[in-house]
């Protein structure tokens, strides 16, 4: 990933900043250097140091001066101008996206008039590609920050408020996205995904998630759902259509359809998902999952029940 290859409009007005930015700190830092280097070369050279001219020296760093506070100046109107753009575009329109960080995941929620239509799911961001996306940010434990930087600018999520963003992709594809404020242990792995849909596309993930869990009636899996219920994991999970309303942890509703487990920490097979249940604090310690002994024939059964849920 690249963070100055931008895919939609936010992203494009910040990195057009960024290349701004740097271009004139590049120049600037050249021009000085060069004439430190110029002027150390013609002292040593020098067999008397050269008679004093105060006008000649007054003059120059006067328009050093003069310079200076031109380009600040104008850095400063050019850094505002892009963040008065994006900030302007809160007032328009967007598709509603609520996001929540925890220590050290995210929950995505699309809000809808109808309770039953809402739609939650956790560390991947469905959107339809060419449409604008309101994100409204919020946090239940520490600060932190949504990043997704090919496709808008960084914002704090922060306790006790909400905060507003908005981000917009151009085209379908995968963009990786990381918590960019310093959480606790696990902040490099509360990472997520931005998945841009076909508009078409968008609306067929949403109607799936909408449903409960389906219903499967391979004997692995049904014997699965019942290691799931007599287990901790209903307390800290939810599975919608089974008796499992835990918050603690992601909705598992539609984990099987998921990309990867623990904000990106693993993929999702099923290895992994094996793995992720047996010794979750081998591979994110502090995770608020505690590890679970469960026989292997029933882990076995609990993965091919959480893998038939898509
Ligand atoms: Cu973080």
Redesign the pocket.
């Known amino acids: 990933m690249n963070i100055l290859s931008p895919a939609g409009p936010v992203a494009q007005w910040i990195v057009q900043l960024w290349w701004v930015l740097f271009a004139v700190a590049a120049a600037v830092y050249v021009l000085t250097v060069g004439a430190l280097a110029y002027a150390v070369i013609r002292r040593r050279n020098a067999a008397e140091p050269a008679a004093e001219n105060r006008a000649a020296k007054n003059r120059n760093v006067a328009i050093a001066t003069g310079l200076t506070a031109a380009i600040l100046t104008s850095l400063a109107f050019a850094s505002y101008t892009t963040g008065h753009a994006i900030a302007d575009s809160h007032a328009m329109e967007g598709i509603p996206v609520s996001v929540t ?1 925890q220590q ?1 995941w995210w929950e995505v929620y699309y809000p809808n008039p109808e309770a039953r239509l809402a739609v939650v799911t956790a560390n991947e961001l469905h959107i339809p590609a060419g449409r604008r996306i309101k994100l409204d940010l919020r946090s239940v434990d520490v600060i ?2 949504f990043w997704a930087p090919n496709l808008g600018g960084k914002r704090d999520l922060i306790p006790s408020r909400v905060t507003m963003t908005w981000l917009q992709a151009d085209k379908p594809g995968v963009y990786r996205g990381q ?6 242990y696990q ?1 490099a792995h ?1 990472g997520f995904l931005v998945i841009a849909h076909e508009p078409g596309e968008f609306q067929k993930w949403l109607e799936n998630e909408r449903k409960p869990a389906v219903e499967s009636f391979d004997a692995v899996a049904q014997r699965g759902k019942q290691v799931f219920l007599s287990q901790a994991c209903m307390f800290c999970h939810a599975i919608r259509g089974i008796p499992a309303f835990g918050s603690t942890g992601p909705d598992l509703t539609h984990i099987g359809s998921r990309q990867s487990l623990g904000a990106l920490t693993m993929r999702n097979d099923r290895a992994s998902l094996i793995n992720w249940i047996r010794d979750s604090q081998h591979y994110k310690p502090g995770t608020r999952m505690p590890p679970i002994r469960v026989p292997d024939n029933d882990l076995n059964a609990l993965a091919t029940y959480l893998e038939s849920l898509k």
Do not use: D, P, V
Request: charged share 10%; with cysteine; net charge negative.
């Open positions: 960080g050290w932190h920050s918590c960019a404020e310093f959480c606790g902040h509360m």
